[in-house]
């Protein structure tokens, strides 16, 4: 009787194991818009019966998130050491935001958010060449001015 008390408080405090999700963790670390990413979590306690990362991308200049958010599904590569890799959608997204979704005894416990902010961010103009904005105004300013100036010296 006091072996069958002693196996099921065991078991017991076995099953109330918390389940703890690692940091996760994004590769590459530059990573940019529709780029390939390999997401990585490290989950103990309970073993999970299934291991999952929703991923939402988001243009931070406009401040939409776009609807189709990706729901893969992550492989165990190793002692709850989990993995998947996706390819991002969103030609004008600066960030996004993926959470570890895992199903314990039917029922899924999820982990902290992790943002992730795009190392190339596009400007929201289309363009991303990283110069100073309306300098091409100025080198147009410059030369309506010269063309003024010769102008008025062959009027003379």
Not at 76 to 86: A, F, I, K
Request: proline share 4%; glycine share 8%.
């Amino acid at each position: 009787m006091i072996l069958v008390n002693i196996i099921g408080s065991t078991l017991g405090v076995a099953q109330a194991l918390p389940t703890e999700f690692g940091t996760i963790t994004v590769e590459p670390a530059d990573v940019t818009a529709q780029s390939t990413v390999t997401i990585t979590v490290t989950i103990s306690g309970n073993t999970p019966s299934e291991v999952r990362v929703t991923v939402e991308e988001c243009n931070g200049n406009t401040g939409v998130c776009y609807s189709d958010i990706q729901n893969m599904s992550m492989t165990e590569v190793s002692s709850g050491r989990y993995q998947t890799t996706l390819t991002l959608k969103h030609a004008d997204a600066t960030n996004m935001t993926a959470i570890v979704l895992a199903k314990i005894n039917d029922q899924w416990e999820h982990s902290p958010k992790k943002i992730v902010v795009f190392s190339a961010a596009p400007n929201g103009n289309g363009d991303d060449n990283g110069g100073t904005p309306g300098f091409e105004l100025l080198l147009v300013l410059v030369a309506v001015g010269l063309i003024v100036v010769i102008g008025k010296r062959k009027r003379f």
